[in-house]
């Protein structure tokens, strides 16, 4: 599998941006797609997940703030993030699960950097 994130840029806080990532390789849609960040000199920080039933879960950070999808069709998963803070400031990466129940991130994206200024 490969994934392909873009849509990374700079916006001003109170913003609003959204990341793509796009698979190819394996039709992703029943498998846990997921959003990780970056920050420099942090450790990489769970964001959001989408399971193959589009449930959806958030880290406490961005809860009520950000929101996850994907386009089956597309094999593709979104990342829209609204109200955007300096501390969002990362480099997202897009994941993808083992298997339909596993959780192990197998498959990581090259990242896309978000520069959220004050």
């Known amino acids: 599998v490969q994934l392909q994130a873009s849509g990374g840029g700079l916006v001003q806080a109170g913003g609003s941006l959204t990341v793509s990532c796009a698979a190819s390789?394996?039709?992703?849609?029943?498998?846990?797609l997921a959003w990780f960040r970056q920050a420099p000199g942090k450790e990489r920080e769970f964001v959001a997940l989408?399971?193959?039933?589009?449930?959806?879960y958030y880290g406490d950070s961005v809860q009520g703030r950000f929101t996850i999808s994907k386009d089956n069709a597309k094999n593709t998963v979104f990342l829209q993030m609204n109200s955007l803070k300096p501390e969002d400031t990362a480099v997202y990466y897009c994941?993808?699960?083992?298997?339909?129940?596993?959780?192990?991130?197998?498959?990581w994206g090259q990242g896309t950097l978000v520069t959220v200024s004050s």
């Open positions: 994941a993808v699960g083992r298997s339909r129940y596993n959780y192990e991130w197998q498959y």
């Open positions: 390789g394996r039709t992703v849609s029943s498998f846990p």
């Open positions: 989408i399971n193959w039933s589009s449930s959806t």
